[in-house]
């Protein structure tokens, strides 16, 4: 297990609902998190989401997310859940990727949010290699030549040490 299990932000009020949401099902979140050996972002760029990270074992970096939308009138919490894998090669400044090709809609409960997610967990550590698309990524190659590529520090956090 990574030193850290949680990165991100912490609840601003600029989704009231969304965040209270959240609060109510962290626990068994975290718990999640914890038993497949995730690490957690939470509200990326202040968005009603967390997104579970991962190391895939075909290689690269994959996650499972989990929307939270409350549109509609009267407002309704949604859960939404999706799946992605990405593998970038920087010497040919490309990045192969596959994602589920919909959110899936799961009942706003703790229990059935687990199982969802535990469900694309699973076809997403599922998938062969030949599912990923080539897509190129947004450096150059000068760039990645010259060090300048920077990532985050959460993605770093997920590297293996070499």
Not at 36 to 42: C, G, R
Not at 83 to 96: K, L, N, S, T
Not at 104 to 119: H, K, M, T
Request: charged share 20%.
């Amino acid at each position: 297990m990574h030193g850290r299990l949680i990165f991100g932000n912490v609840e601003r009020g600029d989704h009231p609902l969304e965040e209270a949401f959240f609060k109510t099902i962290s626990p068994p979140l975290e718990d999640f998190a914890r038993h497949h050996s995730l690490i957690i972002w939470k509200y990326p760029r202040h968005a009603p989401q967390w997104i579970f990270h991962f190391l895939h074992p075909l290689g690269g970096f994959a996650s499972v997310t989990l929307y939270c939308d409350s549109a509609g009138k009267p407002p309704r919490i949604r859960a939404l859940i999706q799946g992605h894998w990405y593998v970038d090669d920087y010497e040919q400044a490309i990045r192969r990727v596959s994602s589920l090709a919909t959110l899936r809609e799961v009942p706003p409960a703790s229990e059935q949010i687990i199982a969802g997610l535990e469900d694309i967990l699973s076809t997403v550590t599922a998938w062969p290699r030949s599912v990923l698309t080539v897509s190129p990524l947004d450096v150059s190659p000068q760039e990645i030549a010259d060090s300048k590529v920077l990532r985050s520090e959460f993605e770093l956090s997920l590297r293996l040490p070499t």
